[in-house]
């Protein structure tokens, strides 16, 4: 076998060496990456269902609310309605 046949065998190792380097020294940052990128994941979802946590409790005080302003409001109505009636049967004499 010639000098050049055994330059190229080991150019190719050499080549071969370089690339496995490289190969693991990406894989080792693409699983830092990937590390990093599921804890913001994390993070990003616990804040989100804390958010939606506050939403809930912000919702349920308007609707609370909300019963409460129609219950008063139709308190309100009935009072009306007692009192049209009311008009209503002085204007036409009648009785109830």
């Known amino acids: ?3 050049e046949f055994y330059t190229i065998i080991g150019v190719a190792i050499a080549l071969g060496g370089l690339i496995i380097n490289s190969h693991r020294s990406l894989s080792a940052s693409m699983a830092e990456t ?3 990128f599921r804890e913001e994941i994390r993070a990003l979802r616990k ?3 804390e958010e939606i ?3 809930r409790k912000e919702l349920n005080a308007l609707r609370d609310q909300m019963h409460k302003e129609i219950a008063a409001l139709s308190e309100r ?3 009306l309605e007692g009192l049209i009636e009311g008009l209503r049967d002085a204007v036409t004499g ?3």
Do not use: D, L, T, Y
Request: net charge positive; hydrophobic share 45%.
């Open 34 to 36: 990937r590390k990093e």
């Open 53 to 55: 946590r506050a939403v």
């Open 77 to 79: 109505v009935a009072r």
């Open 47 to 49: 804040e989100f269902h």
């Open 1 to 3: 076998m010639s000098p």
């Open 94 to 96: 009648k009785a109830a």
